[in-house]
């Protein structure tokens, strides 16, 4: 059973930054990439950043300059650093990790950019 735990959303004023984390725990071996997606009403469901074990990152050409995604391998957490935020950031924000046995998803954390 693996569980992913995010946290870090909430409402913030355009130009604001958040910081999001997203915790992985349970019967983990190996985790190769972890990343950010997000979902905004009526939407797809869109990669935001990504990032591999050995700290290389691709990143949504919307977010680039803006958004920094980092992990800390110890303790199988993933973060994504939002600073400039807009309105249209506004989104579900979902965590997802691939490992050696699959794929899994968090339960998502709500971002609104408003002011």
């Known amino acids: 059973q693996v569980q992913l735990v995010e946290s870090g959303g909430g409402l913030v004023q355009p130009g604001g930054s958040l910081r999001l984390s997203c915790a992985a725990s349970?019967?983990?071996?190996?985790?190769?990439?972890m990343a950010w997606y997000r979902q905004a009403p009526g939407k797809q469901r869109d990669l935001v950043a990504i990032?591999?074990?050995?700290?290389?990152?691709n990143y949504a050409d919307s977010v680039k300059g803006r958004f920094t995604i980092s992990r800390d391998n110890a303790k199988n957490t993933v973060y994504l650093q939002m600073n400039s935020l807009k309105p249209e950031d506004t989104a579900v924000y979902y965590c997802n990790i691939l490992t050696s046995a699959g794929g899994y998803w968090g339960q998502g954390t709500q971002v609104t950019v408003s002011s």
């Open positions: 349970g019967s983990i071996f190996n985790i190769y990439t």
């Open positions: 990032i591999t074990r050995g700290g290389s990152t």
